[in-house]
């Protein structure tokens, strides 16, 4: 709207002549017709995120887990359900940008078996077990491509962040990956995030979540600059 | 707001006095503190018939799982996550309740651990399972009080609806059963409904979800006057 465009105005154009790629929200992994597997994820932080690099000047496509949340203005969003969507639709995507940005709670597994019919309650059995599969890994496989762009993880983590988000930043071959602790603030407006790359960690801040995707956007600028990217 | 005061002005009364509790929305059975099982309902269709019951002008209760909807004005709504959640809050407050309608997509199962932390992806290690355990039957439960309210019970089928409507009628020992084509429906605006009680079944019509709440309040308040309650 009229309001996000003047935001938008004063805003600096770090971004200008980019195409930043973000994912958001949960991924719903479905059992049969209506049950599934899901995340407390609400959208939030991606959508920040996505509204922020627009800001900056750059094309935004956002590849998005279902979430009841409107598309920032500007912003092209790509609305997908399971894991596996999303990974197809970053592929898709990831061609044409130089950032991508890994917000979404994606699912690590999914049932094993999808069902097409819903399942019925039967007297007399037992109570069923759910078999799980690893979904792919959707920011290990854009980091791993010939020549990716500059990739961005989040992890969210209930417990030990600082050990877990470093770890994943290694094992994932990013260069730099936020974390935040995620059941505090899943769903709500603000958050606490930390950043970790190859020199260690240092807090970003906490706060308004908008706020801070656009802190996180001029520290992405400041190393694409300091890369000559 | 003030429309919804004005259209509900020109409802008939078939409900002043009484009170009618509601459920509405799918639940969320967590695994972790991040994941969880759940399903596609949007709560849409319960809302409407929370709204259609106050509009009747009787005093609503709606306990309601996770849903991004906002309560209809003048209902009371009692916000839960899980089946458990949902259960205790309805045991809660059914002893004011004359009528009783079941809208929500209650899981049949739940996790039957739940993790205090995240739990992580270890490398080397196969696809864990997910092992559920019964859910309460609200329904059911309510239906088997001593001195139940005027029972209503929502199935939402894949396939076979009458066949399966007809069968949860009868197994859940409640007077009126509203079938709908869960898949086709969940999160839409619109809907198609079949009423089933024990003198068969015949449609309520298809359209718009509140029209179908109105239609399904005016069959319950002529079998509340049939039956002299």
């Not at 956002?62 to 920032?72: R, W």
């Not at 890994?102 to 309650?121: L, Y």
């Amino acid at each position: 709207d009229l309001l996000q465009d003047i935001v938008a105005a004063f805003q600096p154009k770090l971004f200008k002549g980019r195409t930043v790629l973000v994912t958001a929200g949960p991924t719903f992994e479905a059992i049969d017709p209506v049950r599934g597997l899901t995340n407390r994820s609400s959208g939030k932080m991606g959508y920040a995120v996505a509204r922020a690099a627009r800001e900056a000047g750059a094309r935004v496509v956002l590849v998005s887990g279902p979430t009841a949340l409107p598309a920032p203005h500007g912003v092209q969003r790509v609305e997908v359900s399971s894991a596996q969507e999303m990974f197809d639709a970053v592929m898709t995507q990831v061609g044409a940008a130089q950032v991508f940005i890994a917000t979404a709670a994606v699912a690590d597994w999914r049932p094993a078996q999808v069902h097409a019919q819903k399942q019925k309650k039967r007297e007399g059995e037992g109570a069923p077990t759910i078999a799980l599969q690893a979904n792919p890994d959707i920011l290990a496989a854009v980091a791993a491509l010939p020549q990716p762009p500059f990739c961005v993880g989040f992890a969210a983590e209930s417990e030990k962040l600082a050990e877990h988000a470093a770890a994943k930043r290694v094992r994932k071959n990013v260069p730099l990956l936020v974390g935040n602790l995620g059941p505090d603030t899943f769903g709500r407006d603000d958050n606490r995030l930390e950043l970790f790359d190859a020199a260690g960690h240092h807090p970003l801040g906490s706060g308004d979540k908008l706020v801070l995707a656009r802190k996180l956007i001029e520290e992405i600028a400041a190393r694409l600059e300091r890369a000559g990217l």
